[in-house]
């Protein structure tokens, strides 16, 4: 089945945020594990000092867990939508709502902006995919 390129894009998007802000969960989990506070990366707080902690919620391991695999399952979507299927479709459609917590509670911006992105390219091709 030729997969047309938007929802390959799509995908790409998906493991952008997977992994762009997956990989440092390791580390911040590691910090906290030790004892340490969150490490910071180009100079922001590694998943900290963000609206979860004004809302009083602090950075702990299983929060950072929690994230990681909302990360998981999203380049899990962004594999299934680059090989075509509606599972990978519905999959990031389903995970919007719990990355969305994550995104605002970390103060990350680039993740939402990618959601618009991937949501729209999903929906207009959704016909196209198995």
Same mark, same amino acid.
């Given at each position: 089945?030729?997969? +047309?390129?938007?929802?390959? *894009? ?15 969960? $390791? ?13 910071? $990366? ?5 998943? %900290? ?8 919620? +602090? ?24 090989? %075509? ?12 709502p $719990?990355?969305? *917590?994550f ?5 990350? +911006?680039?993740? +939402? ?10 929906? $207009? ?6």
């Amino acid at each position: 089945m030729n997969v +047309p390129t938007l929802v390959r *894009v799509a995908a790409i998007l998906h493991w952008f945020v997977a992994i762009g802000f997956g990989v440092f969960c $390791v580390p911040a989990i590691r910090n906290l594990l030790i004892g340490r506070d969150i490490p910071f $990366v180009m100079g922001f707080p590694a998943y %900290g000092r963000g609206p979860f902690e004004r809302a009083g919620i +602090p950075t702990t391991v299983p929060l950072l867990a929690g994230f990681l695999l909302v990360c998981i399952l999203e380049a899990v979507a962004g594999y299934l939508l680059w090989q %075509g299927y509606m599972s990978g479709a519905i999959l990031a459609l389903v995970l919007l709502p $719990v990355g969305a *917590v994550f995104w605002w509670g970390f103060a990350l +911006p680039i993740p +939402p902006i990618f959601a618009l992105i991937w949501t729209i390219l999903i929906l $207009v091709n959704w016909q196209t995919l198995r």
